[in-house]
């Protein structure tokens, strides 16, 4: 899930656009992916690198199930 992806699929139909609540929780979401990655990199610890690798294929999990949810609703 791309930023740009998350943008044009959100701006593709009026009722995703005018849903306020839910583009932002989409677009929240994306961003917490390479957010926590990055996070996870300026760490020198494995196990903490890990922890924010988990934290990211979280945050990719929520995005697609919103992605989803949003497509379903229309």
Do not use: H
């Not at 005018?18 to 494995?46: C, H, T, V």
Request: aromatic share 12%.
């Amino acid at each position: 899930v791309s930023d740009t992806g998350n943008f044009r699929f959100s701006n593709a139909t009026p009722e995703a656009y005018d849903d306020r609540k839910y583009r932002r929780q989409l677009w929240d979401a994306a961003d917490s992916i390479e957010s926590d990655m990055a996070e996870g990199f300026q760490r020198f610890n494995p196990a903490e690198q890990a922890n924010f690798l988990r934290y990211a294929l979280s945050s990719l999990a929520e995005a697609s199930r919103r992605l989803k949810s949003g497509i379903t609703r229309g």
